[in-house]
């Protein structure tokens, strides 16, 4: 293995065993069948270094104020009960912006859905502009919900999935 590829990589708990960055960003307001996936398929490459976003942050931002959200002690308590129910390797850090500490910290693979697949490749431009080797981009395709649109937080919130992604019928 040559320097430059260790350089990005990091000692576990196993002392001789060296383990693969992966970085995933998101606010984990309701953990549903779409964040499971994308945090087993980031899983599979090894350990998750994960930015959650901060309430500060998310005020920001008018998508965040069609319906509540969970605080962020909240999400961090289930995002963490999934991922220790699952045997994940993980750690959590709260994140301020859409880079969280990526265009610094040396990452092999950053996870993205079709949503934040853009925001990837701005960081990848900004790492590159400073002379920072991009970042692995691993596209996670959405999670499907029975009625072929993709689950996500905001359509659970508005009551027409769970979610596992069942529609709800009233």
Do not use: W
């Amino acid at each position: 293995m040559k320097l430059s590829e260790i350089k990005n990589k990091i000692i576990c708990n196993n002392e001789s065993e060296l383990c693969t960055r992966v970085v995933i960003g998101g606010t984990f307001d309701i953990i549903h069948k779409g964040h499971e996936k994308l945090l087993k398929h980031g899983s599979k490459f090894g350990k998750l270094y994960i930015g959650i976003t901060s309430d500060e942050y998310l005020k920001k931002y008018e998508k965040y104020k069609k319906h509540d959200i969970n605080p962020l002690v909240i999400r961090i308590k289930k995002l963490e009960t999934f991922l220790t129910d699952n045997n994940l390797e993980f750690e959590i850090q709260i994140i301020n912006d859409p880079y969280g500490d990526t265009l610094e910290n040396d990452y092999d693979y950053i996870i993205v859905s079709p949503e934040t697949l853009c925001n990837a490749e701005k960081i990848n431009k900004i790492r590159i502009e400073k002379g920072k080797k991009p970042i692995n981009i691993e596209l996670c395709e959405f999670e499907m919900a029975e009625d072929n649109k993709p689950i996500s937080t905001t359509r659970i919130r508005c009551n027409e999935l769970d979610k596992c992604g069942n529609v709800l019928k009233y």
